[in-house]
Nanobody, 116 residues
């Protein structure tokens, strides 16, 4: 069982920045593939960014050049630095851990609202 806790969401003006964090339980974090997803009202959950255990990353086209995913294995924590935020980035952001068996675990989500 892996427990994930997101933090760092909030209200920000267009063009602003936020950094989300996802803290994971357990001692095997360094082996997990981690990812951020988001879900806006009335829309399906979508992949935002992912990072493998070796540090390889991939991003949704809509956030490339604006968002940066990273991880600190010593702190069992993944981050999402979000810059140049737009109203369309408004959503609940979830972190996901995929363990070596292929099983997925999800956090409870954190709300990001981009509005003036």
């Amino acid at each position: 069982q892996v427990q994930l806790v997101e933090s760092g969401g909030g209200l920000v003006q267009p063009g602003g920045s936020l950094r989300l964090s996802c803290a994971a339980s357990g001692s095997l974090f360094r082996f997990y593939t981690m990812a951020w997803y988001r879900q806006a009202p009335g829309k399906q959950r979508e992949l935002v960014a992912a990072i493998t255990s070796s540090g390889s990353t991939n991003y949704a086209d809509s956030v490339k050049g604006r968002f940066t995913i990273s991880r600190d294995n010593a702190k069992n924590t993944m981050y999402l630095q979000m810059n140049s935020l737009r109203p369309e980035d408004t959503a609940v952001y979830f972190c996901r851990a995929r363990i070596r068996t292929g099983e997925d675990y999800w956090g409870q989500g954190t709300q990001v609202t981009v509005s003036s």
